[in-house]
């Protein structure tokens, strides 16, 4: 059985951080590429960054410079660390993981963030 559970989550004032975690089981997670997506109340679902299994980075414009991605295949864990939040980055953080195809296969349940003004 395949598990994303996600944490880290929580409400910070503009300028904050947080660092967000997602914890996999049931995947080979090595060989996985993992994501990082987020929806915000009445918008679509949206990818913020995503690391394949060989280490490349990509991520949103709107994020660069600010958040970044990390995994750890030893913990089979995947990280985001969000600096400078702004109240745009409000919303609901997926975590995600692909094998074989363009398509994400494995989602977490999410985890709330709020950044107040």
């Known amino acids: 059985q395949v598990q994303l559970v996600e944490s880290g989550g929580g409400s910070v004032q503009a300028g904050g951080s947080l660092r967000l975690s997602c914890v996999a089981s049931?995947?080979?997670?090595?060989?996985?590429?993992m994501g990082w997506y987020r929806q915000a109340p009445g918008k679509q679902r949206e990818l913020v960054a995503f690391?394949?299994?060989?280490?490349?980075?990509n991520s949103a414009t709107s994020v660069k410079g600010r958040f970044f991605i990390s995994r750890d295949n030893a913990k089979n864990t995947v990280s985001l660390q969000m600096n400078n939040l702004k109240p745009e980055d409000t919303a609901v953080y997926y975590c995600?993981?692909?094998?074989?195809?363009?398509?994400?296969?494995?989602w977490g349940q999410g985890t709330q963030v709020t950044v107040s003004s």
């Open positions: 995600a993981a692909r094998r074989l195809t363009a398509q994400w296969d494995y």
């Open positions: 049931g995947i080979e997670f090595r060989r996985n590429d």
């Open positions: 690391i394949t299994n060989s280490g490349v980075i």
